[in-house]
């Protein structure tokens, strides 16, 4: 089978939840600790193999093509300074991978960002980030986890978590078939059920491996009333064509398209940082007592 090397990252939203910040800077940009975290999204791409990588963007989000560029003039500054160490990491941030972008020009749902990338992937199996979710595993990244599991079965996999049932009504929840370890057949996904609906406390937690046919159930897909086309409906489909299945991945995943979601991963980030855990964790200690 052939290796999964391409991915796409879909970036093209308002990030209207973080107004006013983000209407002159992307939520894509936002730093967690000193690092965008559109970034850590890049980075758990290269680290499980991937190659190749489209961004989708939208309207004002010249910076994230900026960022993952040389910036021959900050660099020279920085060298002046003997900063070499920076240099070097800035440099590392533009050779990470081959990047490429498209616009999605008008903002019509998951699945029609999704179709943007179709030249891109071509006729290659090709895994799918959404910006809003950065999940930490040091050791075995997520996306890692379900390219083995693409490799091991040939079917398309959703990455996915088990989550309190008090908070299935946040997510798309998977309807299962049969279990098999991690793996759990996809019938379907309910879009943010009552609690007492949901089918289960398995969800989509934003990392897919797809094969090349989910173009072709896309662009049959029809709009829902808002005129939005969702990949989930798109994997629906695919469901009742063939085997989908919902792997249960290991790791920690931080919404960070959500303002609680980001505080966490800021703080839990800063305290994986060798230089700033002692003074962070201080601090924490101290802010607890007054709480």
Known sequence: MQKVTKAVI???GFGTRFLPATKSLP?????IVDTPTLQYVVEEAVKSGITDIMIILGKNKKCIEDHFDYTVELEQILRNAGKT??????????DMANIYYVRQKEMKGSGNA???????AGNDAFAVLFGDDVIYNEDNPCLSQLIRAYETTGKCIIGCQNVPRDEVSKYGVVRPGNVKGRYTELKGIQEKPPIDQ?????VNMGRFVFPPEIFELIRNTAP???????????IEQLARQDLVYAYEFEGKRYDVGDKMGYLEASVEYGLRDPALRPRLSEYLRQLAQTL
């Open 198 to 202: 949901a089918p289960s406390t398995l």
């Open 10 to 12: 879909p970036a093209a």
């Open 27 to 31: 939520k894509e940009m936002f730093p």
């Open 85 to 94: 160490d920076q240099v070097r990491r800035m440099r590392e941030i533009a």
């Open 114 to 120: 999704i179709l943007t990338a179709q030249a891109f």
């Open 224 to 234: 829902a009333p808002n005129g939005e086309v969702y990949l989930t409906d798109a």
